[in-house]
């Protein structure tokens, strides 16, 4: 290796652009032997599959509920896997995703005016003393959620479970509380009332809205790729914050996207093009990322810790929780 620092960088860039040559010949020789045979390119294709991080990912007997070739598990999965447990325990039935019969009546229902949402409700509101920031992130949310309330929370008079208590003797079901650090949104946790489970999340990512104005109709939940006990859990507090019937008049999806352990949140509405035969997306917004730092079985942080992230779990790209 040669001393001089100008020299070593000479000889580099010599081997780099020595090196992009050669691969470019083989490129084009074998595209030449590619077109007269097009069976060798067709092999080559099939054997030359890059292996990504999500191939190569941990599957747990104890923890997982799919096999390797299961890789999208929706709402209506979802239910199934979980509706033997709930059954028993919760008194969720308009949880349960409908059939097709029953999303026949929604539709129906809606023309009529008839509501058949079953009077799922949710509270929304923020840490104390919270800046306009918060208060613009509220808004948007409640026009997420179906049936959905706000409060501004002031001063830290009130703690977690006593909004908490406040909210389940007046009828909701849920409660989302919106964190904010140094003048941004940093968290947010989702509470199942009136006795947990509570799921704490970052927030990173965050864009807002970018149509001003949509209607207010029920969107379609689509939930991808929880595929554990724990992503399971969370899907069904996911689930619970949109009534089981949504408006196809609508036209509008949510859609909560796992990949690898980071749930991408996108808001959409579908378009029908053309004669009708063709479909295109709209992006309503908001869109951020959501990060699951937290699971306690109970309100707020009071309660038995199911799952909580540590820096050491976190070391193997290759295991994943959701």
């Given at each position: 290796m040669a001393?001089?620092?100008?020299?070593?960088?000479?000889?580099?860039?010599?081997?780099?652009?020595?090196?992009?040559?050669?691969?470019?010949?083989l490129?084009?020789?074998r595209?030449?032997?590619?077109?007269?045979d097009p069976?060798?390119?067709?092999?080559?294709?099939r054997e030359n599959?890059p292996?990504?991080?999500?191939?190569?990912?941990?599957?747990?007997p104890?923890?997982?509920?799919?096999?390797?070739?299961?890789?999208?598990q929706t709402?209506?999965?979802?239910?199934?896997a979980?509706?033997?447990?709930e059954?028993?325990?919760?008194e969720?039935?308009?949880?349960?995703k409908?059939?097709?019969?029953?999303?026949?009546?929604?539709?129906?229902g809606?023309?009529?005016?008839?509501?058949t949402?079953?009077?799922?409700r949710?509270?929304?509101?923020?840490?104390?003393n919270?800046?306009?920031v918060?208060y613009?992130?509220?808004?948007?949310?409640?026009?997420i959620f179906?049936?959905?309330?706000?409060?501004?929370r002031?001063?830290g008079?009130?703690?977690?479970?006593?909004?908490?208590r406040?909210?389940?003797?007046?009828?909701y079901s849920n409660?989302?509380l919106?964190n904010?650090?140094?003048k941004?949104?940093?968290a947010?946790?989702?509470?199942?009332?009136p006795?947990?489970?509570t799921?704490?999340?970052t927030?990173t990512?965050?864009?807002?809205?970018?149509l001003a104005?949509?209607?207010?109709?029920?969107?379609?939940?689509?939930?991808?790729?929880?595929?554990?006990?724990?992503?399971?859990?969370?899907?069904?507090?996911f689930?619970?914050?949109?009534?089981?019937?949504?408006h196809?008049?609508?036209?509008?999806?949510?859609?909560?996207?796992?990949s690898?352990d980071?749930?991408?949140?996108r808001r959409?509405?579908y378009?029908?093009?053309?004669?009708g035969?063709r479909?295109?997306?709209?992006?309503?917004?908001?869109?951020?990322?959501?990060?699951?730092?937290?699971?306690v079985?109970?309100?707020?942080?009071?309660?038995d810790v199911?799952?909580?992230?540590?820096?050491?779990?976190?070391?193997?790209?290759?295991?994943?929780?959701?």
């Amino acid at each position: 290796m040669a001393k001089n620092k100008l020299v070593r960088s000479d000889n580099y860039n010599a081997h780099k652009t020595r090196a992009m040559k050669e691969k470019s010949a083989l490129r084009r020789e074998r595209a030449k032997v590619e077109e007269q045979d097009p069976t060798l390119r067709v092999k080559r294709l099939r054997e030359n599959v890059p292996v990504t991080i999500d191939q190569k990912r941990y599957y747990d007997p104890s923890r997982s509920t799919d096999s390797r070739t299961q890789t999208t598990q929706t709402d209506s999965s979802l239910v199934k896997a979980e509706s033997a447990a709930e059954e028993g325990s919760d008194e969720e039935g308009s949880d349960v995703k409908p059939t097709v019969a029953a999303t026949a009546g929604a539709v129906a229902g809606e023309s009529s005016g008839r509501t058949t949402e079953g009077g799922m409700r949710t509270l929304i509101t923020t840490s104390p003393n919270p800046t306009r920031v918060s208060y613009h992130f509220l808004t948007i949310l409640q026009t997420i959620f179906p049936l959905s309330d706000t409060i501004r929370r002031g001063t830290g008079k009130y703690t977690v479970q006593d909004i908490a208590r406040y909210a389940s003797r007046r009828g909701y079901s849920n409660l989302v509380l919106i964190n904010e650090d140094r003048k941004s949104v940093n968290a947010i946790n989702f509470i199942r009332l009136p006795d947990g489970p509570t799921a704490y999340f970052t927030i990173t990512n965050l864009q807002l809205k970018q149509l001003a104005t949509h209607t207010t109709h029920h969107p379609e939940l689509l939930l991808n790729n929880f595929s554990t006990s724990l992503g399971h859990q969370i899907a069904s507090v996911f689930r619970s914050l949109f009534p089981a019937v949504p408006h196809l008049r609508g036209r509008q999806t949510v859609t909560l996207h796992n990949s690898r352990d980071f749930v991408f949140f996108r808001r959409h509405r579908y378009m029908f093009t053309g004669a009708g035969d063709r479909v295109r997306l709209q992006e309503i917004g908001p869109r951020f990322t959501l990060k699951c730092r937290e699971v306690v079985q109970g309100v707020g942080r009071e309660g038995d810790v199911v799952w909580a992230s540590d820096a050491g779990l976190e070391s193997d790209r290759k295991r994943m929780f959701l």
